[in-house]
């Protein structure tokens, strides 16, 4: 095996710099284009002037943030748009750089479904924008703060990057443990048609979302001690037939024993 890709539980971004598009690459690839255009060579531009974490072509008053900070004595911080940049977050040479009449911070504001219409001609800039379609984020802004992204949004990046790699191995640690049921189950469905072709090891302890593996081991005091398909492990009536009906009751919010699954 060549290439093993793991994807767990860790944060996708701790700050408002991490977006959508840096964190999956795309970024990169977007920054390349636009230092390839007529106006960039003659400027003599290259990739680190589009970016928003880099001096050159950043705002300098909002360092690329595009908001500033207001500390208040009793009150909770506020955040207003920079008046230099306007919020747009680049000077005022960067944004002068176009393609297709676009700057680079008008290619942040853009959907994924509207950037994969803006960028059609780039096959690989077009490919990671469709897989971020394929796991349901067409909606979601290029430059979308990751601080703002929900749990199951954070997950579904998670995917498309891994998806990215086109390892033949996926490792899944418990990466959908934060999310309610219903967001696991929608993930893992996406998943699971993606990834065809492919091995996948995942590691669970929410008995509920192992009824997409094609084999099941379940493991105690690091031995297995059963294994088979989710459905034969119910009708075999052992440990695991029993955690599962208990995790399914607390869901339901109807089991009332003394036992945690």
């Known amino acids: 095996l060549d290439k093993v890709v793991d994807i767990d539980q860790s944060p996708i971004g701790r700050t408002p710099r991490s977006n959508p598009a840096t964190y999956t690459g795309l970024f990169d690839l977007i920054r390349e284009l636009y230092a390839s255009t007529p106006d960039a060579k003659m400027r003599d531009y290259g990739n680190g002037r589009f970016s928003f974490n880099t001096k050159g072509g950043r705002c300098e008053a909002c360092k690329g943030d595009g908001i500033l900070k207001i500390e208040m004595n009793f009150l909770s911080d506020v955040y207003v748009p920079c008046e230099v940049c306007g919020g747009r977050r680049y000077n005022r040479e960067t944004l002068e750089v176009k393609y297709k009449g676009k700057n680079i911070y008008d290619v942040l504001e853009m959907s994924v479904e509207e950037a994969l219409s803006f960028f059609s001609a780039h096959p690989k800039i077009k490919r990671k924008l469709q897989i971020l379609k394929e796991v349901g984020l067409g909606y979601m802004k290029l430059g979308q703060p990751a601080t703002t992204l929900s749990g199951g949004e954070a997950q579904k990046l998670m995917m498309a990057r891994a998806l990215y790699k086109n390892a033949p191995v996926l490792v899944l640690d418990e990466p959908t443990a934060a999310l309610d049921p219903i967001a696991e189950n929608e993930i893992y469905l996406q998943y699971r048609d993606m990834t065809e072709g492919k091995t996948s090891l995942f590691i669970s302890h929410r008995l509920a979302s192992t009824q997409f593996c094609d084999r099941v081991l379940f493991l105690q005091e690091g031995r297995i001690t059963e ?35």
Do not use: D, M, P, V
Request: glycine content about 14%.
């Open 227 to 261: 294994e088979g398909t989710h459905r034969q492990l119910l009708e075999k009536g052992g440990e695991y037939a029993r955690l599962y009906e208990i995790q399914s009751c607390w869901y339901r919010k109807e089991y009332k024993g003394g036992e945690q699954a």
